[in-house]
């Protein structure tokens, strides 16, 4: 073990080699990432063991959006509204600063939130409601998991034993069928009708109109049950006044490969038809996303998987760090501060499952931070209108269409993670037309001028490398140790060697960080 503690602290050190100087650490970052590699969240065993970490890693979270934001906290003590959902849900209204408080405010009120929040849980699957996490120019960038099915409506504790494939499921134990649930279930008519009316209500009345979906299949199928199902393929069409945009991503099993080839994910490509590798469909859905929330409308944006804990996080967290490198949002933040807000907020308190998902090689938290250096350039920075807003005009304006590759397609397989895919933009009966895939040419907003958004740009790129050298070096030292299993002959020194190559710690030049 010493060998192996040498070859970690050596790992580190070439994180600072390699991008200078290490910028200054979180002091709680180690302790939350020991936390998070050790155990799994729970909002009922926030008070157990371990409770006095989880409760630090609680009140910084609540501190950090507090240096940027007035927010109100939604209470989920003892997890009474999702039971892996955080204790102190943070429901941002608007930005402190002076500058922003008068721009842009939000009008939803806490109490009617709450009790949509209540009244809807049960809609989506594990009861992961439409949560919102970031907030954009006054829109509201939310999570969730996926629309629950007849398997879990009929009894949520049935429902995980199925889903999890066994008694070891980690959350059968979570959330018991109350009197009220089993009387909103004894209406089978009507019942999809009430509660994803409510989840309706809910998306509506946080401006939500954007749903983009990572599922690979329509509907999640164990032992021939339909356990969960997704907005688009939803039979009675109630979603069909919010723009859903299918964006089929790999699943965390994917992430093995991602492991098992050092950490490589340029080339690593799943069966799609467009033949985009890892990292060019992270790079053009992050970029989707950006578009969206960076529109001239009011409108919000929800992103979901399945569970909502691997998949959704990711992206989440990219927007998150992205929209902070630019200075948009959490603007306050230091590298190392944001880097802590986002592993402890979107990853941990949100139940991410990192303990299993290391013990399977399935390093998609990893591969989140570690891509960081893929979205430094300027294509991804929200500090820009569109080009064709300079130029004369010749259509309609900016619009979906630029980023989307739409194809109307069956969309009929339930079990589709060997299916080829393009991306697919499902809209309200009233869209119309067949559009093609072409790069959006990025400008500098109006109000800067080229030298001062070059220098911006410049300052993104470094932002995101520094967030990247810290949580590289305080994985390494952590949950590297974890994530790479002894070998046969023991040579874990070898081992962390290999991780750190391919992280980017050893044997490449500065700049390709």
Known sequence: ?????????????????????QPPQEPGLGELLEEFSRTQYRAKDGSGTG???????????????????????IPNTNGDICGHYPRHIVFLEYESSEKEKDTFESTVQVSKLQDLIHRSKMARCRGRFVCPVILFKGKHICRSATLA???????????????????????????DVTEEDCALRSGDTHLFDKVRGYDIKLLRYLSVKYICDLMVENKKVKFGMN?????????????????????????????????DRDYMAEGLIFNWKQCWDLVQQTQNYLKLLLSLV????????????????????????????????????????????????????????????LVDRLSKGEEIFFFCFNFLKHITSEEFSALKTQRRKSLPARDGGFTLEDICMLRRKD???????????????????????SFTYEAVELVPAGALTQ??????????????????????????????????????SGAIGGLLEQFARGVGLRGISSNAL
């Open 1 to 21: 073990m010493a060998g192996a503690r040498a070859a970690a602290a050596a790992a580190s050190a070439g994180a600072s080699a390699s991008s200078g100087n």
């Open 451 to 488: 030298a001062a958004w070059l220098a911006a740009l410049s300052d993104r790129e470094t932002r995101l490398q520094e967030v990247r050298s810290a949580f590289l070096a305080a994985y390494s030292s952590t949950v590297g140790l974890r994530a790479v299993a002894p070998s046969p």
């Open 411 to 433: 969309r009929g397989s339930t079990t589709s993670l060997g299916s080829d895919f393009s991306l697919v933009m499902e809209s309200s009966p009233g869209a119309t037309g």
């Open 294 to 353: 960076n529109s001239d409308d009011d409108s919000g944006l929800l992103v979901h998987c399945i569970s909502g804990w691997d998949r959704t996080p990711l992206f989440i967290s990219l927007l998150r760090l992205s929209l902070w490198a630019d200075g948009l949002i959490h603007t306050s933040l230091k590298p190392a501060e944001i880097l802590y807000l986002t592993v402890a907020y979107d990853w941990f308190l949100f139940g991410h499952m």
């Open 51 to 73: 409770g006095s970490k989880v409760e630090r890693i609680e009140k910084r979270c609540l501190e950090l959006f507090g240096r940027d934001y007035c927010f109100s906290v």
């Open 227 to 259: 356990v969960t199902s997704s907005e688009k393929v939803d039979k009675a069409q109630r979603y069909a006044d919010f723009t859903l945009l299918s964006i089929p991503y790999p699943g965390c099993e994917f992430f093995k490969e991602y492991k």
């Open 149 to 175: 099915g007849w398997g879990e409506l009929y009894g949520r504790s049935g429902y995980n034993y199925f889903f999890s494939g066994g008694a070891d499921d980690a959350w059968a134990d979570v959330e």
